[in-house]
């Protein structure tokens, strides 16, 4: 189990709800407070920002050589200062969520080290990264840790690597297309990495709207990841996967209808006493009955309302004597029974 601030990652529990903003605010801080501002008051648990040094993450000359040129240029526009970083952790501590990033250099775990931020978010692309992982669990920090794009034996040999250092893991199952088709889901899997790894597993859910990650809740998923952003019609890559607040507060309202709904144990509640009154089936007089005559079942049939004997006795009283006179369509009760 897992302990993220406050709040228990593990399964079986309320699933940890992470909304990204990632660079969904380019890099502009007031934006980005709003879009912190938005998610706290639409349920989630964090906020999930970027942390970038292009230099340090990205070699440009073959960046520009593979034709990936404008990956570089996006993420030098969308570069978040230690001074920035340290800005947005303290308005989402004082908007009561957490303030998590995905570094995706060793030098930016370093700064997210320093920030002592309450878990480190490593992304599909890094997953392979040993320098990062490394220092990733170095920091001692829970590891939430993006599938995409890795085959069953990928996840093997970073599960391998990373815990010989930590046990402080989360796997979240990613499918790393843009959008992500229904087809192409398979959440079933989820089920899969979880009796493999026995550590808590979530869903890093890149699908439009959210329908998928509701139905991960199926799967008793961990950790909810959705791309969040105030408005859709915002510039930037990620607005078309991206979740708007109205959104957001639904996911979290069906997990709060989820925690609770999923009850084991049946007892018959009070409502249910007064519907059972009317909607159960007595033993009811199929025709004028003389005392002294046996049912059977011509003159015995059975009706709602269950105010008299049980229909679930319907077989016992035939052949059973009347100790009355009866006229038809009288409710049958343990009294008029010899």
Wanted: charged residues 25%.
């Amino acid at each position: 189990m897992l302990q993220i601030g406050n709040k228990h990652i593990d399964d079986g529990a309320p699933p940890y709800v992470i909304a990204e903003v990632g660079i969904n605010a380019r890099s502009d801080i007031e934006l980005a407070k709003a879009h912190i501002d938005a998610a706290a008051s639409s349920g989630a648990d964090a906020v999930k920002f970027q942390t970038h040094i292009p230099e340090a993450e990205m070699a440009r000359s073959e960046m520009e050589e593979i034709g990936a040129s404008e990956v570089y240029e996006t993420v030098a526009s969308n570069v978040w200062s230690r001074n920035e970083h340290e800005e947005l952790q303290a308005h989402c501590e004082a908007c009561g969520v957490d303030f998590i990033s995905t570094p995706f250099s060793a030098a930016g775990v370093d700064i997210l080290a320093d920030l002592d931020v309450p878990a480190i978010k490593i992304g599909s692309g890094e997953m392979e990264n040993r320098e990062i992982l490394d220092a990733a669990a170095a920091t001692g920090k829970p590891l939430l840790v993006s599938t995409g794009m890795r085959t069953p034996e990928d996840v093997q040999e970073t599960f391998d690597f990373i815990t010989q250092r930590t046990e402080s893991l989360s796997f979240l199952y990613c499918v790393s297309a843009y959008p992500t088709e229904p087809e192409d889901l398979n959440l079933a899997y989820i089920e899969e990495l979880s009796e493999t790894y026995g550590v808590p597993v979530g869903f890093s859910d890149h699908s439009t709207g959210i329908e998928a990650a509701v139905l991960a809740l199926g799967y008793d998923v961990a950790v909810i990841e959705k791309h969040f952003t105030i408005d859709r019609r915002l510039p930037g890559p990620d607005q078309s996967v991206s979740i708007e607040p109205e959104e957001l507060s639904r996911l979290t309202d069906f997990i709060e209808y989820r925690e609770q709904a999923q009850g084991t144990s049946k007892e018959i509640i009070a409502e249910e006493e007064e519907v059972k009154q009317w909607a159960d089936h007595s033993l009811v007089t199929n025709k004028d009955v003389a005392a002294g005559e046996q049912f059977d079942e011509a003159n015995l049939t059975t009706k709602r309302p269950g105010t008299g004997i049980s229909a679930s006795r319907y077989f016992d009283v035939l052949g059973r004597e009347a100790a009355k006179d009866m006229s038809a369509d009288e409710v049958v009760t343990e009294g008029d029974l010899t």
